[in-house]
């Protein structure tokens, strides 16, 4: 990315040896805002942003670990009264329409199967179909294994940015009061979830427009698309109405971006949190959802040792509920905390967290926020947890604010009562006025929350106790998990200058109908219940008798990849029902088979129709297969970049020559059937007659499986790398 006249170190000569902020080192840019404002609540920061994104003229970026279209935008009333509609899918089509010439950018992450229970199915149907052209969505792929988009940024016309921990999803949307009986708290399908806690930051000026910067260049990586920058002036997007609690201020951003496509790994998130803790004299607040970094916890104890009158609040949720959580993150908050308490510094740190209700009717409020408060000298609002995987896996952004005069010092410390105050039920004219008075941040607590109904309680883990170590190094890694480079060179859509014989409105109409019956077909027939392996393996062995066997499990892989069912499930199941012989046979020839039809329905639609279709991720698939016949198209199904009736779309569309699709493939898909054929031979042979023998076949050969992919991936970087 380009360097800034705030970047390097002779902005950290300019700015003193005083200032935490180092923009050689735990940021990446210092920029001045005119404004900025600590949005607490997803009510609050839904109602401004939906204010905002009505005065945006040119240009809107949206990026996230997530958006939802149909999640209720709207602000603390709960409901919309600006005349826009209140879904955010809906609210951006009648925004789009009436402003044609605003360009609007949507990116979240091309997330993991872990959360497809949690996301919206299939996002970029609902938020491409039937909107308008001047709204793009892209899914974010270019994180290593195991990583995550994790960044959480709006930007309207490169004058205001938003960045905090608050996605524009379901299942966020609450006021500060926390009301457990709030009727509007509940998702998409009508279904009430618990309070929510979250914070979002807003800045003007050069902060925003740096930030427009970063979103611009993860748009490029993932996307293979340039945005031009807006001509700042001629508008303000910063509603009226909405006071600023900071003006005329330097704003840090740091950022975690691991390892990927040659590029160094950034970690400015994992080094303004030990510099601002050893910058701490009185008190170090934190809001935050996980707590496991170790490197943290110890720069915490080292900090309590040399400066005995400091106090450590953190405020976290009161258990993690999902199994993967308790899993990897429950006991890596015990250990953070034991490293505490083996320091002896267990009386001058506190974990606590929100709660709201009395009796039985009491919850505990969900903490998702990501805030730190150091003295009234440092705010920080952002996207980044403390916990392993956002010091370097994840992508994250913070917004850091150093307090260098009076004002700027009161506004910190307002920030701190405000945030204390809602905890403690109390407004923040009485939480700052404890503060104050007694200069302790603990006895602040402890004199504001008396209320019966809103209270910070102590959390309560226990021991480490039993977890899986497994799960944990996946769930939080410290490091990408596979390889630092994912394949792709981008290429030209060929062939497009060239009119179809088939009219776009026909094959726009005839896509259309073949998603809305694809959609229809998986919700309201079994469909969904045939995908189960178990399901499909009794529905192939009931054909082993026929003589026709072998064209219908051909048929059947035709017809399922294009209903977008992983053709690994397939291959498994197929040497699970028939053996590995002749199961391998029937796998290979209906895998090809598939490959073939798909790629021919992609050279028929054409791929600028696709890319209109589909999004800007076709062009991330179309990186590195356009250009390099047979080697290219083997090493792309080696080392996927996108699903397997994807890839066939684009390589049809891109009008790769038949011949070396085919050979490509075939040499491409041989191992992978093989291994998987193995596989599941073995596992469905375990499964009715348990043997160590068959779990060491199984197990040797998805390692094998794993550690071949990974091997080819490296192989096809350093390719890529010489032809540079």
């Not at 796998?587 to 090809?592: E, L, N, P, T």
Request: hydrophobic share 45%.
């Amino acid at each position: 990315m380009p360097v800034h006249r705030y970047s390097g170190p002779e902005a950290a000569e300019e700015f003193g040896n005083s200032s935490i902020l180092d923009p050689s080192g735990n940021v990446w840019r210092v920029e001045h805002a005119r404004r900025a404002r600590m949005l607490v609540d997803a009510a609050e920061y839904f109602g401004v942003l939906r204010a905002s994104m009505l005065q945006a003229r040119r240009s809107l970026i949206v990026v996230g670990w997530d958006i939802d279209s149909r999640m209720r935008f709207v602000g603390p009333g709960g409901e919309a009264d600006d005349g826009y509609p209140e879904l955010f899918g809906d609210f951006l089509k009648r925004l789009a329409r009436e402003k044609p010439g605003l360009e609007i950018k949507l990116l979240l992450w091309d997330y993991s199967v872990i959360y497809a229970t949690e996301r919206q199915l299939l996002p970029a149907l609902p938020l491409r179909w039937n909107t308008p052209s001047n709204i793009d969505f892209c899914l974010d792929n270019q994180v290593p294994f195991g990583g995550s988009h994790h960044q959480k940024i709006v930007v309207i016309d490169d004058s205001l940015a938003f960045s905090g921990g608050i996605d524009l999803t379901v299942r966020r949307w609450d006021t500060s009061a926390h009301d457990p009986e709030n009727s509007r708290r509940v998702d998409q399908a009508r279904r009430p979830y618990r309070p929510f806690h979250d914070v979002q930051m807003m800045v003007d000026g050069d902060a925003a427009a740096a930030l427009g910067e970063l979103t611009r260049w993860r748009w490029r990586i993932a996307a293979c698309e340039d945005i031009e920058p807006v001509e700042t002036g001629g508008g303000d997007p910063w509603p009226q109405g909405v006071e600023p609690h900071f003006r005329d201020i330097r704003v840090g951003i740091a950022r975690t971006l691991p390892s990927a496509n040659g590029d160094k790994e950034i970690r400015e998130v994992a080094r303004l949190f030990v510099d601002s803790i050893a910058r701490a004299e009185r008190w170090i607040y934190i809001e935050n959802q996980f707590l496991t970094c170790l490197d943290v916890a110890r720069a915490l104890a080292a900090r309590l040792r040399e400066v005995p009158q400091l106090e450590v609040l953190l405020v976290a949720p009161q258990t993690h509920v999902s199994w993967l959580e308790q899993q990897s993150m429950l006991a890596g908050r015990v250990r953070f905390m034991d490293v505490l308490r083996e320091a002896g510094m267990e009386h001058r740190v506190r974990l606590l967290y929100p709660s709201v209700g009395e009796g039985s009717a009491e919850t505990g409020i969900m903490v998702h926020s990501k805030v730190m408060i150091v003295d009234d000298r440092l705010l920080r609002v952002g996207s980044a947890n403390i916990c392993n995987r956002s010091m370097g896996v994840d992508t994250e952004c913070d917004l850091v604010i150093e307090a260098d005069d009076v004002r700027s010092r009161s506004a910190v410390l307002r920030s701190l009562a405000r945030l204390v105050g809602e905890h403690c039920g109390v407004t923040t004219d009485e939480a700052l006025a404890s503060i104050r008075e007694t200069g302790s941040v603990f006895d602040a607590v402890e004199r504001c929350g008396r209320r019966a109904d809103r209270r910070l309680r102590p959390v309560e883990d226990g021991e480490t106790g039993a977890s899986l170590a497994t799960v944990e190094a996946i769930a939080d890694p410290g490091r990408p998990i596979a390889a630092d480079e994912y394949l792709a060179d981008i290429v030209d859509f060929p062939g497009e200058g060239r009119r179809s014989r088939v009219p776009a409105i026909a094959r726009g109409a005839a896509l259309l109908l073949f998603v809305a019956a694809l959609g229809l077909l998986w919700r309201y027939t079994p469909l969904s219940e045939y995908a189960r392996p178990d399901t499909l393996r009794t529905t192939f062995g009931s054909l082993a008798d026929s003589p026709f066997v072998a064209a219908i499990i051909v048929v059947l892989y035709i017809v399922t990849g294009f209903l977008a069912l992983p053709v690994t499930v397939l291959i498994i199941v197929t040497a699970g029902t028939f053996g590995l012989w002749p199961g391998l046979l029937y796998a290979a020839v209906g895998s090809m088979s598939s490959a073939v039809a798909t790629y021919g329905a992609g050279r028929g639609l054409g791929a600028r129709f696709l890319r209109n279709t589909i999004g800007p991720r076709i062009n991330r698939v179309s990186r590195g297969i356009g250009e390099r016949g047979v080697l290219a198209v083997a090493t792309i199904r080696l080392v996927p970049v996108a699903p397997f009736m994807l890839v066939n779309l684009v390589a049809g569309a891109l009008r790769i020559p038949f011949l070396e699709y085919a050979v490509g493939t075939f040499l491409g898909l041989a191992p992978g059937i093989l291994l998987l054929s193995v596989l599941g031979d073995r596992v469905f042979a375990m499964l009715e007659n348990p043997s160590l023998f068959d779990l060491a076949v199984a197990l040797g050969a998805l390692l094998l499986w794993i550690v071949f992919a990974l091997a080819l991936q490296r192989l096809a970087n350093r390719w890529r790398k010489r032809g540079r």
